[in-house]
């Protein structure tokens, strides 16, 4: 099936989530024409299961595509690719559409914002405050800033994408938004890890003890899907540690820009730092535990 | 009605949950005897609530009665009242049953077992996970341990307590548990003051962030009680941020005796002491949201 006079997509980024999205969007009947990955490898694996090409250069991308979705690490690649002069989805851009969906710096998506206007494009921040199987599914929890018009005008694709749809308001907001839950989810992983660490360290059974925490103030989402795979050591990437210390830092930076002090916040961005540091930072973000779990920090200690 | 059978009570420490506790006892048909606070119009005030005296030593609450509740602030409070000298609730306490509900530092609770033994009495620590409109309603979460014997003697009265009832282990072993949950819930607490906080200097609408919250990772018990709170700075007290500083210590000192760096748990107990030391120790734990909102930091620094 095909969306009837619905925009042909691009994607460019297209690891885990990316290609969640560029799959679930497929399915629901949408027209992919490209795919770019800086993994070229990536991009072919891809192209096949949504009916595109997987292409070389950015500018073939906004030229083969009505609306492009951005799905890339952070504020250096997302930069990149908005670049001013040489290969750039801003070549022929006027007309068309860019949906970013990575969690950056807000400034980036005003600055982003403002490059596209210059040359006739939109652009909108689509923030996402799901995992991987809900970009497969759909089911995104979506906050989108930008253009109010803009947002109406991309709310049936925007639609597909998610379960839960908000927008926030203008660039940039949205990214904030993200910013702030991604930095108290950190904190409360972090400070469940150390939980579980001393209880671990104190001999209690940790089944009880998580058990005990989820029917009292210590209660957390990251106790529901972090909390076993802290005690078993299950790491399995679904939100990696190098993008909780990522996305910590941007939170800490803009506390810094309005000169507010917040302690547990650099405390959690440093936890993530180290973890990055002993080359652990591709774990998911449950593995915080293993500088907290006393016999783990032993470990490396013998390996070091 | 009265319990037929039942054991006599007595109090010691009858504070909003000490008291509370009483007032649901004596409902639920248990003769209370005694009822003793360092606070003597505390005592004074029960007394006629639940039919008992109020009496100006240790020693009575444990010669009329046969099994002694004590609801107190601290380590060096607890340890006051089975000092052995002086006036004590081990004078005569041969046969008699304490049920200690503070939370405090594990060994204090080994060491006030040893005692009771020694002099033929028994111990249980009873650790309640819950506020005071739940010791009033008999709805606490209470871990309980000591020796096994002593508790399924005393599970008539401590079911008239709780809503969920659980023997841990051996003494000291609740208290470990209850220390973790309030490392975790302050960490928590502390985290989410931090994200209101930095939201507040950003100039978001904190209604729309705190739902935002609720539905994504950032979800916590003390998003739901201390959530609003913060924003709203309604800060009447069901757990006083000095409680929070003390218990943050006891499990950092816990982590210390077993050599484990807790970072956030650390940061958590500093945040806890700041309030402490600026006046503002007896308001309840989202308090702490007052040292992480930019306007009221300003504020301090405007009456300072």
């Known amino acids: 099936?095909?969306?009837?006079?619905?925009?042909?997509?691009?994607?460019?980024?297209?690891?885990?989530?990316?290609a969640g999205i560029a799959q679930r969007l497929h399915e629901a009947g949408y027209s992919i024409s490209a795919v770019y990955d800086v993994n070229r490898s990536a991009a072919e694996r891809l192209a096949p299961l949504v009916g595109a090409q997987a292409v070389s250069d950015l500018a073939s991308v906004t030229q083969r595509a009505d609306v492009i979705l951005t799905v890339v690490t952070d504020d250096a690649a997302q930069r990149g690719l908005f670049a001013p002069i040489g290969d750039s989805l801003l070549v022929g851009c006027a007309g068309k559409t860019f949906i970013n969906c990575a969690t950056l710096t807000p400034e980036v998506h005003v600055d982003i914002q403002e490059r596209c206007r210059a040359r006739g494009a939109q652009s909108l921040e689509a923030c996402m405050a799901s995992s991987i199987p809900q970009a497969r599914e759909g089911t995104l929890y979506l906050m989108v800033a930008g253009e109010r018009g803009t947002f109406d005008r991309m709310q049936p694709l925007l639609e597909k994408m998610s379960a839960s749809l908000r927008y926030i308001g203008e660039a940039g907001s949205a990214a904030k938004v993200k910013a702030l839950v991604n930095m108290v989810m950190n904190i409360n992983t972090a400070g469940l890890a150390e939980g579980l660490g001393?209880?671990?360290?104190?001999?209690?059974?940790?089944?009880?003890l998580r058990e005990v925490f989820s029917q009292t103030g210590a209660r957390s989402r990251v106790l529901e899907t972090d909390g076993a795979d802290m005690q078993n050591r299950e790491h399995e990437t679904f939100f990696?540690?190098?993008h909780a210390a990522k996305d910590s830092h941007i939170a800490t930076a803009l506390a810094h820009g309005v000169d507010l002090e917040l302690p547990l916040a650099q405390a959690t961005a440093r936890q993530y730092d180290r973890l990055v540091e002993l080359g652990l930072g591709e774990l998911d973000k449950s593995a915080v535990a293993e500088l907290t779990f006393p016999q783990r920090r032993a470990e490396r200690v013998g390996v070091a």
Chains 1, 2 share one sequence.
């Open 240 to 242: 990696s540690s190098a």
């Open 198 to 208: 001393l209880g671990a360290a104190l001999g209690l059974d940790l089944e009880m």
């Open 1 to 18: 099936m095909s969306v009837t006079g619905a925009p042909v997509l691009g994607f460019v980024g297209v690891g885990r989530m990316g």
